[in-house]
Nanobody, 122 residues
C-alpha cells in the first residue's frame, strides 16, 4: 500500500555531510510515523532515528548529535541529515513507515524502502 523510495546516498569523504530523502506514496503521509534504520555489511540492522506524525523525534543514543530527522508533509518526504560522516557510518540506509493502526513499537514498521547506500571514505 505504501511505497518508500530513498535517495541521496553516495560516496563521500569523512567529515562531509549528506541529506538523505525518502519519498512516500499515499495521501495520508501526515498520519505516518517515519523512521530511518541502517545496516552495514555483516551487521545487524540498527535504528537510527524516528519522527512521529506530530513531529516528536527520537534518536539512537549512540548517534544523536550528528543525525537529524525531519519531515515535509506537503511533499510526502522524510529527511535524514547526517553531519561529520565517519567511515563507520558506511551502510545501507532504509526508510520505514508505521501506518494506522500503529504497531505501538518503534522497531516494527509496516513498510520499508529499498535502501540507499552511503559509503564514507577517509
Amino acid at each position: 500500500q505504501v511505497q518508500l523510495v530513498e535517495s541521496g546516498g553516495g560516496l563521500v569523504q569523512a567529515g562531509d555531510s549528506l541529506r538523505l530523502s525518502c519519498a512516500a506514496s499515499g495521501r495520508a503521509f501526515s498520519s505516518y510515523n517515519m523512521a530511518w534504520f541502517r545496516q552495514a555489511p555483516g551487521k545487524e540492522r540498527e535504528f537510527v532515528a524516528a519522527i512521529s506524525r506530530i513531529d516528536s523525534t527520537r534518536y539512537s543514543e549512540l548517534l544523536k548529535g550528528r543525525f537529524t530527522i525531519s519531515r515535509d508533509n506537503a511533499k510526502n518526504t522524510v529527511f535524514l541529515q547526517i553531519n561529520s560522516l565517519k567511515p563507520e557510518d558506511t551502510a545501507v540506509y532504509y526508510c520505514a513507515a508505521d501506518t494506522p493502526p500503529y504497531s505501538g513499537s518503534l522497531y516494527r514498521p509496516d513498510y520499508w524502502g529499498q535502501g540507499t547506500q552511503v559509503t564514507v571514505s577517509s
